[in-house]
């Protein structure tokens, strides 16, 4: 059974930074697309940084710069590093995998799984 468990969230301040995790298990491996997602209460979950299997990393516009995804593919582990916190990435994050790299188009229909969350919330 495919299994993804985030780890990381925290209450930071405005400039901060954070690290997030996701452990990977079950039928998850190198060979799937990882992506990280966000939803702000009250918003639509929105896909903020996506790896392919080959390596190659997308992100949102709004997030380019300050977010960097990567993975372990020793550990199956994928991270999300988030530089220059702003109030606005206030949210619940969360990790997900595709059989394919259409993860890359970050649109919530293209994934197979999904974590349960972690959240994010940065003060002013």
């Known amino acids: 059974q495919a299994r993804l468990v985030e780890s990381g969230g925290d209450s930071v301040q405005s400039g901060g930074s954070l690290r997030l995790s996701c452990a990977a298990s079950?039928?998850?491996?190198?060979?799937?697309?990882m992506a990280w997602f966000r939803q702000a209460a009250g918003k639509e979950r929105e896909g903020v940084a996506g790896?392919?299997?080959?390596?190659?990393?997308v992100y949102a516009d709004s997030v380019k710069g300050r977010f960097t995804i990567s993975r372990d593919t020793a550990k199956n582990i994928v991270y999300l590093k988030i530089d220059s916190l702003k109030p606005e990435d206030t949210a619940t994050y969360f990790c997900?995998?595709?059989?394919?790299?259409?993860?890359?188009?970050?649109?919530?229909?293209?994934?197979?799984?999904w974590g349960q969350g972690t959240q994010v919330t940065v003060s002013a």
């Open positions: 790896i392919g299997i080959d390596g190659r990393t």
């Open positions: 079950g039928s998850i491996h190198r060979r799937w697309c």
């Open positions: 997900a995998a595709a059989w394919s790299d259409s993860c890359l188009g970050l649109r919530t229909f293209s994934i197979n799984t």
